[in-house]
């Protein structure tokens, strides 16, 4: 069943082509996977050192999350979870350049951003433990829930986006108080409807709402080359905004163009569509094994761009860290680590009674009487509720 892609037909191979596939020549780069600082015409920024510690503190802790809750599912303690393995550059730059009164509408992959915004891994694990639907307030973070259904987001961001332009929070010129919103979604969620619907009513209504799509080159087992005749950012133009093809793995380059995004729309220049272009080096999810569709020679190239070691060859070149950094990280990562697997475990399980809790923020006489009457029926069983 695996194929090389090229099997997929030559005209699609020429469409791509070999450059295109490594993200073509409008990729916008600032640092190369071999750890060389590039600079960028129109996106380019001088970074701290403390800055480039902390993007490269952040994207380890995440892959540790990734790699303990991948761990956790193997021994039946969550009963699915979806890997960001090889994304955490797309994910921690495009987190971090978010200001407070942003909000994000993640999808389901999106470990690395909830992380930015302050959300308990934990909470993330309760959710894939299915003990709960998301134990996060959005409204303390500003980081909605995981959206399951694919592509669904890109219209609740797109709405939630036009009301704060109504609610005059785009233009001010304040800092503080203009606000823009994110959606996330990932190449296959790309060729849904409701994501090309977003499009449609974000570019109309001039709303001020980045699509920032992960390009991880895997629909589940359909290759992007199955999806689109031509790269994605490119779609952006047919429906009046621009769009920018951003090399994912480096987590300068993402920051600095979701930075400029997000000002765009803060500013009521109207949405833009950014593609992260990355791969999916793990599988799809913990249920799905990529070695039924794709080569391990893919893989094993693209491990050479990983977004954390061309950081750090980076940074240790520089003298920004030295091995008693990196020594004290894993530290804090195991201590992490040790969290997450205890907390998981100690997770309560939901009461039956639950499921009427968060249905209406007052509780109706239709949804009491069927509280009552469900309640009823498990006072039948013994220990039920």
């Known amino acids: 069943m695996s194929q090389s892609r090229e099997a997929f037909g030559p005209d699609l191979v020429e469409v791509f082509g070999p450059s295109q596939r490594d993200g073509g020549p409008d990729l916008v780069q600032l640092l190369t996977p071999e750890g060389e600082r590039t600079h960028h015409p129109e996106f380019d920024l001088d970074f701290s050192g403390d800055q480039l510690r902390g993007f490269y503190r952040d994207m380890v802790l995440t892959r540790r999350i990734d790699t303990e809750a991948t761990a956790l599912q193997r021994h039946g303690e969550l009963g699915i979870w979806a890997q960001l393995l090889g994304q955490e550059a797309a994910q921690i730059g495009a987190g971090r350049a978010l200001r407070p009164q942003d909000y994000v509408f993640p ?107 992960q390009n991880n080159q895997w629909a589940i087992s359909e290759p992007i080359e199955r999806q689109s005749r031509i790269p994605l950012y490119q779609r952006a133009l047919g429906f009046g905004f621009p769009g920018v093809r951003v090399d994912g793995n480096d987590v300068l380059a993402t920051y600095a163009v979701t930075q400029a995004a997000l000002q765009r729309a803060r500013e009521g220049s109207g949405p833009t569509l950014v593609e992260a272009y990355t791969y999916r080096m793990g599988a799809h999810t913990t249920t799905d094994d990529p070695t039924r569709y794709r080569l391990s020679d893919d893989v094993e190239h693209w491990k050479l761009k990983d977004p954390i070691a061309r950081l750090e060859v980076y940074l240790r070149r520089n003298g920004l860290v030295d091995d008693d950094f990196v020594a004290d990280l894993k530290v804090e990562a195991d201590a992490l680590g040790h969290r997450l697997r205890e907390g998981c475990k100690a997770l309560a399980d939901p009461k039956a009674l639950d499921l009427f809790a968060h249905v209406y923020a007052e509780e109706t006489e239709e949804l009491r009487h069927q509280r009552e009457g469900y309640a009823a029926y498990l006072d039948t069983f013994e220990g039920a509720r």
Do not use: K
């Open 107 to 213: 999808t389901y992959r999106e470990h690395g951003v909830a992380w930015c915004r302050g959300v308990d891994p934990l909470d993330l694990l309760g959710l894939f433990r299915g003990v709960d639907h998301g134990a996060w307030d959005p409204r303390e973070n500003n980081f909605g829930l995981y959206t399951i259904v694919i592509g669904a987001q890109a219209l609740h961001a797109t709405g939630y986006a036009m009301g704060i332009q109504r609610d005059g929070a785009v233009g001010t010129g304040d800092p503080d108080r203009d606000a823009a919103v994110v959606a996330h979604f990932g190449d296959g969620a790309s060729s849904q409807g409701d994501v090309n619907e977003a499009f449609i009513f974000a570019a109309s209504y001039n709303a001020p709402v980045v699509f920032f799509c």
